[in-house]
């Protein structure tokens, strides 16, 4: 029976507290059965459209690869040692706790110490990084010249952790690296530039930059290019400022590719940059870890939120990436968990360059256990030990989740990712799941009364969350429109 709203209000004038009382019941009632409602329909939807034939994933075209490395396979070189390394390199790695190579660097390194160009279809946490970084470090040692080496990389985090890696790596052999990247201080780079560092760690957009207009600066001496997660490089616009950086160095060069996948694009710069490569892949089955526990939640649009705090109650102490679409869902979201109590921090690209780093750190260092960020931190970063990966956003395409959900059950250690499904996400999520090959198990939701005491509880954080995002947002305009355009180079939106 439906009653109008005037009709109410007369009644609960009228009644008495009791009356009242089982008016709020039945609008509390209502509102569980049009929860209800709507999650059955979600749940109708998806078991709808599983029916239908999903979309496929376009993939590009495949080239020949030499040799693809099945890790389950012996690997080809067991130690350090017989690859045949300086002893001060074998120190480094051994202070590293590097017990035997990984197949890529069993397979890749051979080839790279005897000079060949590489192409290397690897992902973060493969050991790409040393298996590029041996053989340049290995050279070095013989030639001892500055500006021996330039590793480009698509993003400022991960120019930062491929230094580290050479820093670790040579670090009983003197070297001197440096990391060149948007949104830090030109002159103060020049000036690290003039250093003659052996090993450059840049973002294409920022070293070139260096290189038009640094007096003094050249490449002219270069013997190692690497182009790190190459199909993020073009996918981010850095086209052409490669093409100008690949015009302005020797071609007498040695030239490492590597890649998640090998596309069209990918292809045509390997033709223009690299000569007479080995192609080294390493097998799918690498990256989509038995260890890994995926599942899915079915929420509704408005109770996001809820069901988010409810997995971060259930996880407490773990260590978390929850991933989102936009730098704006991170921000709000972190402010979010913190408002409820939790320790989380965020990594967008709308924060400046010291604010990323100290929430890498912060996470890295394990003072806060949540890591909230966009697609920006779903694939390069080096993150070790995340226990759960919680899509809030699910991702606009399958690839990124790949990526997203390998940041968990990474060198054997077991892990779980949890996708939040709203009835807005089935295509892209159906997408996402045909690509995998299977159905993601649905967790069950918490029981009714659990989710409506914390929801609560989680609106009015959120309304404070969203008060404050405008704030940052506010501040950040006002910043940009006191003239402070920061120079970075491009990443996410
Ligand atoms: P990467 O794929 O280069 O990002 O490396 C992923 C992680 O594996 C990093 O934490 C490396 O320090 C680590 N790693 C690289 N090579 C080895 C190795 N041979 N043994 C153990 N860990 C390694």
Redesign the pocket.
């Known amino acids: 029976m439906s009653v109008s709203v005037g009709g109410v209000t007369k009644k609960v004038k009228k009644s008495k507290n009791n009356d009242a009382k089982a008016l709020a019941e039945k609008i509390k009632r209502n509102a569980l059965k049009q929860q209800e409602l709507e999650k059955s329909k979600t749940s109708q939807a998806v078991d709808a459209a599983q029916t239908e034939p999903a979309e496929k994933e376009v993939v590009e075209v495949e080239t020949k690869v030499d040799t693809i490395v099945d890790p389950d396979a012996p690997l080809k070189f067991e130690t ?1 040692q017989e690859l045949k390394l300086i002893p001060e390199l074998l120190e480094s ?1 051994q202070n ?7 197949p890529i ?1 069993s397979e890749a390194i051979p080839h790279a110490l005897a000079g060949k160009d590489i192409i290397g279809l ?10 590029f970084a041996i053989p340049i470090l290995q050279a070095l040692w013989d030639a001892q010249q500055p500006y021996f080496g330039l590793v480009l990389a698509p993003t400022r985090e991960l120019a930062y ?1 491929i230094k580290e ?1 050479f820093d670790a790596l040579g670090s009983a052999m003197g070297l001197r690296s440096i990391c060149i990247v948007g949104g830090m201080d030109m002159m103060d780079q020049a000036r690290d530039l003039m250093r003659k560092p052996h090993i450059l760690v840049a973002t294409p957009g920022r070293i070139m930059d260096h290189l038009e207009h640094t007096k003094g600066f050249s490449l002219k001496n270069l013997k190692y290019l690497v182009m790190d997660e190459a199909d993020r490089l073009l996918d981010m616009d850095f086209g052409p400022a490669l093409d100008k950086i690949l015009k302005i160095i020797p071609t007498q060069r040695t030239t490492y590719l590597f890649s998640a996948t090998m596309t069209n694009k990918i292809a045509k710069l390997q033709r223009a940059s690299l000569h007479n490569p080995v192609r080294v892949a390493v097998s799918d089955k690498y990256q989509t870890a038995d260890n890994l526990v995926q599942s899915m939640m079915l929420v509704s649009d408005g109770y996001k939120n809820t069901f988010l705090i409810h997995l971060l109650n259930e996880h407490i102490g773990k260590s978390i990436i929850i991933f989102t679409r936009t730098c704006a869902h991170t921000q709000r979201t972190t402010l979010l968990a913190s408002i409820l109590g939790f320790s989380a921090v965020p990594l967008h690209g709308q924060l400046t360059q010291a604010q990323r780093l100290g929430s890498l750190n912060k996470f890295k260092s394990g003072k806060a256990n949540i890591l909230v960020a966009t697609d920006v931190a779903s694939r ?1 970063l ?1 993150i ?1 030990s995340v226990d759960l990966v919680i899509n809030y956003d699910i991702p606009t395409d399958s690839k990124a989740y790949i990526h997203r959900v390998g940041r968990t059950a ?2 054997g250690r077991s892990g779980k990712s949890v996708s939040l499904i709203t009835q807005y996400d089935l295509e892209m999520y159906l997408r996402i799941e045909s690509v995998l090959g299977k159905k993601l198990p649905k967790d069950p939701s918490p029981p009714k009364d659990v989710l409506d005491a914390l929801h609560v509880h989680v609106d009015r954080a959120s309304a404070e969350a969203i008060r404050r995002t405008k704030d940052f947002h506010e501040k950040r305009n006002e910043k940009k429109r006191g003239g402070r355009g920061d120079n970075r180079d491009r990443e996410e939106r």
């Open positions: 350090f790695i590293m706790k590097f017990t035997k190579p990984t660097q690897a992902q973060t946490g493969s050991g790409k990084t040393a298996a952790q890696t390069g080096d070790p990474r060198a």
